[in-house]
C-alpha cells in the first residue's frame, strides 16, 4: 500500500514514515513505512504493514488520519492519493445506468412517523426513486413502518440508524440504511452490509479532514475510502454554492465512488438538474438528491420532484 502526501518541506515526509508504522527509528525493517519517491512536495510513502488490511480502523490510523496530523514540527500535510490494499469489499449494490433521482424527507427534526410517511408518498410519487432521512434525524421502527407502507416497493427509504439499533430498523423492514459514517467511524459501513441491505453513506463530518487548512485529506481519497469500505451510495457534494467543493473535486469524487452511486446533492433542485449533469459531464451511476429546493416549488413538493425528473429526461 502506497500513499501520497504533499509536504512542507518534504524532507519531513522521513518523520512521517517513522510515526505511521513502527514509532522509532531502529524499528523492525519489515513493517516500517519508507519514503519511495519525492516529487516536488509530492512525497510517496510505503506502508508494507498495510498490505491486505481491510479494517477501516486501521487504515486511519496508520494513513488517513494518524499521529501525522497531531505533529507541530511541520508546516503542512495533505493526504492526496492512496494506493489502497486488496480485499476491500466495495459496494454491494453497484450503481444501475443513467440518472436517478432521490430525494430527503423534511424538516429534518420534528414530523411524527405518520407525517414523515405523508411527505415520503409525495416524493416517490414525483418520481424519486430513493427517499431518505436527514442525517440529523435518528430514525425509529415506527417511521420506517410508516414510510414504507406509503412507498411503492420499488423505492428505497434510506433509515438513519447513526446511534440507533439498526437490529430494530431491519427488522421493521428496512429496505436500505443511511449512517453518518464520519461521525460514527468508517468501521460502521462494515458492520451494515451485515444486514444485506443498501448502505447510503452521508458525508457530513468529513469536511473537517477534507477542510483543515496545514492538515488535510483530499476528496477523491475520502471517496474512495467510503465506497471501498462497502458504499453503495456516495455523497459528492454538488455543484452549487451550497457546497465547498470546486467543480474538480465533484468530479474527481463522481469517479472516485464508481462502481457505487455518486451522489450530487447540496443546493440541487428542477432549476439547476440538468445544469448539475452537464458540469459533471456524465449521465451515467449518478444520483441528484433533491432537498429543501424541492419544497420550495409553487405546484407543491410532488410538483417540485417532477420537474426535477422531467428536467433530468429531458
Known sequence: MRAVYEIRPPSWGETLAIL????????????RARVVGVDGVHVTVEFPALDGETSAEQLLAACVAGEWAD???????????????ERLPGPAFPASSGVSIGAIVKPAL?????EA????????????VLVKDDELQRSSPERVRGINAAIPEHVLYAANVTGGDADAIVEAGARALMVNAFLAGLG????????GLPIFVHR??????????????????LAELTRLLGADYVQVGSFSARTFDTDDEVREQIEA????????????GAENAREQLERAGTRDGVMLLLGSAAYAHPDGLRAGVAAAVSAVEG
Open 20 to 31: 505511521q508504522s513502527v514509532s522509532l527509528p531502529d524499528g523492525p525493517e519489515r513493517v
Open 71 to 85: 505533529r507541530g514540527d511541520v508546516e503542512s500535510c495533505r493526504l492526496v492519493e492512496v494506493e489502497w490494499p
Open 110 to 114: 420534528g414530523l411524527t412517523p405518520g
Open 117 to 128: 410517511a405523508a411527505v415520503a408518498a409525495e416524493l416517490a410519487a414525483g418520481g424519486a
Open 188 to 195: 460502521s459501513i462494515a458492520r451494515l452490509r451485515a444486514y
Open 204 to 221: 457530513v463530518g468529513s469536511a473537517f479532514l477534507r477542510r483543515g487548512g496545514p492538515v488535510s485529506v483530499s476528496a477523491r481519497v
Open 257 to 268: 465512488a464508481r462502481p457505487a452511486t455518486a451522489v450530487i446533492g447540496g443546493g440541487v
